[in-house]
């Protein structure tokens, strides 16, 4: 539950990426502090201060720049930062991004342009990239005083010519930016780090939300999934002119919403990964609507590229319950159909147990009867013991994980179903099943339907 002690997570430093130069090399505290004695005052101390100055110190000793933010605005940690950067490189390069710009451009070098959605006081994403890589940035920001900070760190390292810093007044937050912008300025990619959270009160309460921040970098209305869900509309009219959208993720059950929108697009292809950081854990998503993409070297967060060759995961959507659809009116009632299926095929010998659930606090809030927002549950079918009689045994056949979760805007419901040990070919001869008695499009469900609605 949100606010409770939970158990350490081990150090996931090593699992940074390649090219992130703290990955090996982690910062010698000692070693900075001799040299700037500002950061020194600050090593034996656990002071909020610390993060914060171990940033301006760092950017200042590795790659010269000159940065600082007010006390009361998010402080970003540098290593993740680099994380997502390295992340966007190995995007456009699985793109093929220069051969194809160079088409359209007379110039034979073509810089890469990015848009810093929310780029926050810190601007350090466009400060990075283009000191790093020399990209050119639009960079967002809708809170005036965290706009005035971002232009300021800009100037003070002469990066004007390289980043172009935009104050928004709307939530469109790819379109209003882009409004004066010449129509036929094609941009490689955009990046995000979204407020995670739906309110303050969530957020106060999140173990890992103890920096602090504007209310623009904590909250948002909806949380994560429905801002970068404005991105995800917004980025079906700028299909022709961005090349890849992206975002930082807070929360993997968000990671899942979000793919299951952008399966009800016209998008080509997508890109997840996860980011390491201390005992921090974030993920990210990319979309892209063009063709001229390599496939996905890299396994997907969710699992759906471990074994590319064999079936692995399914998923399915159960519809809003109407007049006209025979679907379910709450993940309890998707769950309750499951049971159904277990309790009536006894032949399978099937078991299924609730392993994780989370409550729909916005419910709760409100006063209303609190439903499920997500919910998991382990599916395994028992081995026979091949007598006369056919007894169960304790012997596991197949098994595998079912999570229930709600889809934004009272869209019905998605199953996930994913394989994890035993028969994988009986495992999916049952989900098959499993998934027409969940659904109920199949004509018997319709008929049973029409004669519930004439009994009425």
Known sequence: MRGEHRRPTPHLGALAHDRNRYKDNPPDFYALGEQYPEFKQYIQTESSMLSRELTKT???????????????????????????????????????????????????????????????????????????????????EIDPVSYECAKENITSNQLETLISIKQTHTNKLLLEPLEDEPPERKFDFV???????????????????????????????????????????????????????????????????????????????????????????????AWTFSTDVMDDPTPKVLGKRKEAHRRQELSFQVPVKTQD????????????????????????????????????????????????????????????????????????????????????????FEVLIVFEEGDRASFWTMVDMLQSATVRTARQWRRKLQRQQQEQ
């Open 191 to 285: 990046m995000c780090n979204p407020p995670f959270f739906d309110n303050m009160k969530e957020a106060d309460t999140n173990p890992e939300s103890s920096c602090m921040g504007s209310t623009n970098e904590m909250m948002f209305p909806g949380g994560e999934v429905a801002f970068i869900g404005n991105m995800i509309s917004e980025s079906e009219m700028l299909q022709n002119r961005i090349l890849w959208f992206t975002s930082m993720v807070g929360k993997k059950s968000s990671l899942r919403k979000l793919l299951a929108l952008l399966r009800g697009k016209q998008v080509k292809s997508t890109r997840t990964t996860e980011f390491f950081q201390g005992r921090t854990k974030r993920w990210g998503i």
């Open 325 to 412: 659809a025979n679907g379910c009116a709450s993940i309890q009632e998707v769950l309750q159909r499951i049971c159904e299926f277990v309790e009536i095929k006894e032949d399978l010998q099937l078991s299924m147990d609730i392993t994780e659930q989370q409550e729909d606090q916005k419910e709760v809030e409100d006063g209303r009867e609190g439903g499920q927002d997500w919910l998991m549950c382990r599916l395994v079918q028992y081995k026979k013991s091949g007598k006369v009689c056919d007894s169960i045994t304790t012997e596991v056949q197949c098994a595998g994980r079912v999570e229930i979760f709600a889809l934004d805007n009272s869209e019905g």
């Open 58 to 140: 760092l950017l200042l000793h590795d790659f010269g720049l000159r940065w600082d933010i007010p006390i009361n605005r998010l402080c970003p940690p540098l290593p993740n930062r680099l994380n997502y950067l390295h992340w966007i490189e190995d995007l456009l390069a699985q793109a093929n991004w220069n051969g194809k710009r160079q088409t359209h451009q007379k110039s034979t070098e073509v810089a890469v342009s990015g848009i810093d959605v929310g780029t926050g006081a810190n601007c350090i994403y466009a400060l990075l990239g283009a000191t790093m890589n020399k990209w050119k940035f639009i960079a967002t």
